[in-house]
Nanobody, 115 residues
């Protein structure tokens, strides 16, 4: 079955960096559009970044210029490099894959930005 396993979250000070990873299995990773979302307490889940099979990337809102999404199709893994982190980036971060008209989600990894 489809599995998405995120890792790399943690506590970081403002201005710091984190690299999130999402290991995928159970579907054809190569050729699948992959996305990172986040959800802060009391807020709706929002898309942060996306990467296509041709490595075309898209970023939303405050992620532009600070976050970088990438993928390794040989490792079936998508990454999110987050730099210049701010307290408002605090959220649970989720990996998403849409496969055969179904959205699949990982369990999430918590990112907390605080001094």
């Amino acid at each position: 079955q489809v599995q998405l396993v995120e890792s790399g979250g943690g506590l970081v000070q403002p201005g710091g960096s984190l690299r999130l990873s999402c290991a995928a299995s159970g579907f054809t990773f190569r050729g699948t559009l992959m996305r990172w979302y986040r959800q802060a307490p009391g807020k709706e889940r929002e898309m942060v970044a996306a990467i296509s099979s041709g490595d075309i990337t898209d970023y939303v809102g405050s992620a532009k210029g600070r976050f970088t999404i990438s993928r390794d199709d040989d490792k079936n893994t998508v990454y999110l490099q987050m730099d210049s982190l701010k307290p408002e980036d605090t959220a649970m971060y989720y990996c998403n894959a849409r496969w055969v008209n179904t959205n699949y989600w990982g369990q999430g990894t918590q990112v907390t930005v605080s001094s």
